[in-house]
């Protein structure tokens, strides 16, 4: 018995458009996205790559008769996606598949069909600029698709950074400490530095004239407490890291 499993039917899904559409729509929809994705109008280095994906999928579906062979096709390639394939024998539950284009083998089950559906139209937390609907993420394409089937918005990376959805951090960019002292706190701390270093001054004058090993000693220990109490001020986070110690023992 030859178990079942569901086609994607990825050259739609490339196109962004359904099944059942007329080739008028699969023509609209290829110039809608080749316009947006053309080397001469969008600069980003994904875009040729993108391009070519999006031309295979339209050279396929904008024939009737190619088309027609690939709605009518008994599978798919997992991994380029035509239609090209053919059956080989096999002993196993499952048919394999051989594909010509690119060569692999590869056996189709329905729990493993689905999970390549969630896995190539991930849900994301990025909101569509145009309608404020949540994005897919279209990992064969890597662009981002708008859940809404109205809008029918299609983004890549680049147009979600201008258009201020993505914020890029640079390599050498310190992400700001979330960890934030109370204003009462960081007003003692700036009088408690401040004072230190008053104070430390002072006893380094009395040092050199009277050279005491105590004045000395407490001199040390004034400019250390004044750099303890700079470094808390400077990254408050030691503060949870201390705590986490002293609760740890």
Excluded at 148 to 169: E, M, P, Q
Excluded at 176 to 187: H, N, Q, S, T
Aim: hydrophobic residues 35%; positive net charge; contains cysteine.
């Amino acid at each position: 018995m030859e178990a079942h499993f569901a086609r994607i039917f990825r050259y739609y899904q490339l196109l962004g458009v359904d099944k059942n559409v007329t080739q008028s729509e699969i023509k609209k929809a290829y110039r809608t996205l080749a316009k947006k994705f053309h080397p001469d109008v969008n600069k980003d280095p994904s875009a040729i790559g993108i391009l070519k994906k999006i031309n295979e999928a339209y050279s396929v579906l904008s024939n009737p008769i190619t088309r027609k062979a690939y709605d009518t096709s008994e599978a798919e390639c997992p991994k380029c996606f035509t239609h090209e394939v053919s059956k080989v024998p096999s002993t196993v539950t499952s048919p394999q598949w051989n594909c010509k284009h690119c060569g692999c083998k590869f056996n189709f089950y329905k729990h493993e069909e689905q999970g390549k559906v969630k896995e190539t139209l991930e849900p994301t937390s990025i909101i569509c600029p145009r309608c404020k609907n949540p994005l897919l993420y279209d990992n064969y394409l890597t662009l981002y698709r708008c859940s809404n089937g109205k809008c029918k918005g299609v983004f890549s990376h680049a147009d979600l950074v201008r258009s201020k959805s993505i914020k890029i951090v640079k390599k050498n960019e310190r992400t700001p400490d979330k960890f934030v002292l109370p204003r009462g706190f960081r007003l003692v701390l700036k009088i408690t530095i401040g004072f230190s270093i008053t104070l430390a001054c002072s006893l380094l004058f009395l040092f050199f004239l009277s050279e005491s090993l105590l004045i000395f000693g407490l001199l040390l220990i004034v400019v250390s407490f004044a750099l303890f109490s700079w470094w808390i001020y400077k990254y408050p986070r030691i503060i949870e890291y201390i705590k986490s110690l002293i609760l740890r023992e």
